[in-house]
């Protein structure tokens, strides 16, 4: 059974960081595709940033430049640096994971991110 923990959301003021991460358990990590998607009230949910199995990443256009992603095959998680964050970034922000073994994806609970001064 797959499970996802997010951590690291919070309050933080407009231009302010905050590093989210993503731990995982119940399959070979290194073989998935992960990343972050997040829904801000009444809007879809929206691709932040993803990284594949083979190390590649794509991302939001709103999100390059500011965010990056990273992964850590030895502690089983990504992690999701913002930098520059803005109101508008404000959203609960999910952790992602596509098993090409199984061609399921799951999702992590989510972590709250507000941005405001």
């Known amino acids: 059974q797959v499970h996802l923990v997010e951590s690291g959301g919070g309050l933080v003021q407009p231009g302010g960081s905050l590093r989210l991460s993503c731990a995982h358990s119940g399959t070979v990590f290194s073989a998935n595709d992960m990343g972050w998607y997040r829904q801000a009230p009444g809007k879809q949910r929206e691709l932040v940033a993803a990284i594949l199995r083979d190390g590649s990443t794509n991302s939001g256009d709103f999100a390059k430049g500011r965010f990056t992603i990273s992964r850590d095959n030895a502690k089983k998680s990504i992690y999701l640096r913002m930098n520059s964050l803005k109101l508008e970034d404000t959203a609960v922000y999910y952790c992602?994971?596509?098993?090409?073994?199984?061609?399921?994806?799951?999702w992590g609970q989510g972590t709250q991110v507000t941005v405001s001064s």
């Open positions: 992602w994971l596509y098993s090409r073994a199984t061609m399921r994806e799951y």
